[in-house]
């Protein structure tokens, strides 16, 4: 299994001191971030693309091109592209420059994303949403399979025999399709033989397993191979679970709570997280030793092929996001792949 992280560069008033950190200072904060995941060695950092105050990131590629020169080995991934209001061929180009840059290390994971600011900001219909989401990851797809593209649609000028360029080292370049629940979303990332991230960000994990089990079937009945399938959530490492709990339960509950207000949720309380962080919640968060048990339990449920998790949540405190991104390499990771690789042997 692959590890790694993922972040959306927040900036979120820290609910300790009162303070909010400047964009600047969190772009840095987050390569410093990426560069100990390489050595570490995690296996991915990805980072997500937001257009909102209370976060730094609208332009994933840009810091992934930066990441790129600061580090030797671990893949970089947008955690998502939000593809539904961007222009897959800026997308394709962006990418296969970071690939170039990266020598090989590149990856796009499309999502239509969880807020719709990019849509009035780039001129969209949030009643094209499916369509618009639809058209462009065909788009994008002809784009990395061949170098000239003759293409239309409804939403984007058509191409005619059109280069574009340049190309990426990786070919085709990885796209994963990334959903946080919608079956139709998974069925169509099977049915394209793309690989699945899911976003689990609250409730019980185990029931989302029917979608794992969704995009294997689409998968197999379009004449696709095994597909990997990734699954995202929010967690923490730290020496101890109870500092673990104890640190990213103040910065998640700030975060979760100013979402409830959006969305109507009601605001997230310590027995609510307590639940979350549980064996069966969506949360992994505590000791290395604990962190590798809960993802060593979901890959019995879902027996996927990534795990990746967000630990940069609100205003977590940057020496401690460094720690818990050191634990997962260091004393998570080793766990994980070693139980796995036995129970691998064991069945062969």
């Known amino acids: 299994m692959e590890l790694g992280v993922y972040t959306f560069g927040d900036v979120?008033?820290?609910?300790?001191?009162?303070?909010t950190i400047s964009p600047e200072q969190r772009l840095a904060h987050l390569l410093e971030e990426v560069e100990l995941a390489d050595q570490v060695g995690l296996d991915v950092f990805g980072v997500g693309e937001h257009h909102r105050r209370d976060y730094a990131v609208s332009s994933p590629a840009?810091?992934?091109a930066a990441?790129?020169?600061?580090?030797?080995?671990i893949r970089l991934t947008s955690?998502?592209?939000?593809?539904?209001?961007?222009?897959?061929?800026?997308?394709?180009?962006?990418?296969?420059?970071?690939d170039l840059l990266s020598h090989g290390r590149a990856e796009v994971m499309a999502g239509r994303g969880s807020f719709i600011e990019s849509?009035?900001?780039?001129?969209?219909?949030?009643?094209?949403?499916?369509?618009?989401?639809?058209?462009?990851?065909?788009?994008?797809?002809?784009?990395?399979?061949?170098?000239?593209?003759?293409?239309?649609?409804?939403?984007?000028?058509?191409?005619?025999?059109?280069?574009?360029?340049?190309?990426?080292v990786q070919d085709p370049l990885p796209v994963w399709v990334a959903v946080g629940g919608n079956p139709q979303s998974v069925v169509r990332a099977g049915a394209l033989g793309l690989p699945l991230a899911l976003a689990?960000?609250?409730?019980?994990?185990?029931?989302?397993?029917?979608?794992?089990?969704?995009?294997?079937?689409?998968?197999?009945?379009y004449g696709h191979g095994p597909l990997p399938v990734s699954i995202n959530s929010h967690g923490f490492v730290a020496d101890t679970s109870q500092a673990a709990a104890d640190s990213f339960y103040e910065t998640y509950a700030e975060v979760m709570t100013q979402l409830g207000r959006e969305r109507g949720w009601g605001p997230m309380t310590r027995p609510d997280f307590d639940a979350l962080a549980g064996l069966h919640g969506a949360?992994?968060?505590?000791?290395?030793?604990?962190?590798?048990?809960?993802?060593?339990?979901?890959?019995?449920?879902?027996?996927?092929?990534?795990?990746?998790?967000?630990?940069?949540?609100?205003?977590?405190?940057?020496?401690?996001?460094?720690?818990?991104?050191?634990?997962?390499?260091?004393?998570?990771?080793?766990?994980?792949?070693?139980?796995?690789?036995?129970?691998?042997?064991?069945?062969?």
């Not at 990441?67 to 080995?73: C, D, E, G, N, Q």
């Not at 949403?129 to 639809?134: G, H």
């Open 12 to 19: 979120l008033r820290d609910p300790r001191t009162g303070t």
């Open 62 to 64: 840009t810091v992934l």
């Open 67 to 73: 990441a790129a020169v600061r580090t030797s080995r």
């Open 79 to 98: 955690a998502v592209t939000v593809l539904s209001s961007e222009d897959p061929v800026r997308v394709f180009q962006q990418y296969a420059t970071v």
């Open 119 to 168: 849509f009035p900001l780039f001129g969209h219909d949030l009643d094209d949403y499916d369509e618009l989401f639809a058209e462009k990851l065909d788009l994008l797809l002809q784009l990395r399979d061949a170098p000239r593209v003759t293409w239309s649609g409804r939403h984007r000028a058509a191409l005619a025999d059109q280069p574009v360029f340049p190309r990426p």
């Open 200 to 221: 689990i960000i609250g409730g019980e994990p185990a029931r989302f397993a029917p979608l794992a089990q969704l995009h294997r079937r689409a998968a197999e009945q």
């Open 283 to 348: 949360v992994v968060v505590g000791s290395p030793q604990q962190v590798a048990e809960k993802i060593l339990f979901q890959h019995e449920v879902f027996g996927h092929d990534r795990f990746l998790v967000q630990s940069s949540l609100g205003a977590a405190p940057h020496r401690e996001v460094l720690r818990s991104i050191e634990l997962l390499g260091t004393e998570v990771a080793p766990i994980v792949r070693a139980e796995l690789g036995s129970r691998s042997r064991a069945s062969a």
